[in-house]
């Protein structure tokens, strides 16, 4: 029995004791405030500074931290680009002066248009042996002269090697000639045809029969003298 008692009489003291140590400060804070709690519980002074802001969310903390990193970020990427060296501009040479001895050179240059060149007139002939109908010049050469373009007037000489006695000729597809004329030269070796009214072209050939008392053959066929 009076172990039992004991027992209950420490366990009271304990008690006590317990609420003897956690009465003191929470008394001594509703008195003097909490800066003299914590000097009553024996902890360190602290002080702690009047402020007229909310604290910070943790959300906001967080913006505030991204938004400073980025502003370094970009400060560092500006300051890079300062100290980087600028490219060499080219050089545009500019036209010489006159007073430096050098002749100035044109800005642009017009292109005169070039007129269309005209093709070489050219003669070419072709004879074959005919039957003649004048007794007196048995021996007739019929000579066909082609020409790659149009002339007007025409004037076309033909050359034989032997002495001609009489001679005709027409414009193949052309009825009638006006305003031509026919000759010999002073041998009468040279056939001599002029036409003023009328045009010699490629697809309406000279035709001309030439006529000899003895066989002969045509040379050549040239421009004849001028009208």
């Known amino acids: 029995m009076d172990r039992r008692k004991w027992s209950l009489i420490g366990a009271a003291w304990v008690l006590i004791l317990v609420a003897v140590g956690y009465g003191v400060p929470l008394i001594a804070t509703a008195v003097a405030g909490p800066k003299d709690a914590l000097t009553a519980r024996g902890g360190p002074e602290f002080i702690i500074p009047p402020t007229d802001h909310p604290p910070l969310t943790a959300m906001e903390a967080a913006r505030a931290v991204l938004s400073k990193g980025h502003s370094e970020k970009r400060q560092q990427t500006e300051t890079r680009r300062a100290a980087a060296p600028s490219p060499p501009q080219p050089q545009v040479p500019s036209p010489a002066s006159p007073k430096d001895g050098g002749q100035r050179t044109p800005l642009s240059q017009e292109v005169q248009p070039q007129s269309p060149a005209?093709?070489?007139?050219?003669?070419?002939?072709?004879?074959?042996?005919?039957?003649?109908?004048?007794?007196?010049?048995?021996?007739?050469?019929?000579?066909?002269?082609?020409?790659?373009?149009?002339?007007?007037?025409?004037?076309?000489?033909?050359?034989?090697?032997?002495?001609?006695?009489?001679?005709e000729y027409h414009l193949a597809g052309v009825g009638v000639l006006m305003g031509h004329y026919w000759g010999y030269t002073k041998d009468r070796h040279g056939y001599w045809i002029l036409l003023k009214e009328t045009s010699f072209r490629p697809e309406t050939p000279i035709v001309a029969t030439l006529k000899s008392k003895r066989p002969f053959r045509v040379l050549s066929v040239t421009k004849g003298p001028p009208a």
């Not at 007037?153 to 033909?158: E, I, W």
């Open 118 to 167: 005209f093709p070489v007139q050219t003669l070419q002939f072709a004879q074959e042996a005919v039957p003649s109908d004048d007794e007196d010049a048995p021996y007739a050469v019929k000579v066909t002269i082609q020409t790659n373009v149009a002339m007007q007037p025409t004037s076309v000489l033909v050359n034989c090697d032997g002495e001609l006695t009489n001679g």
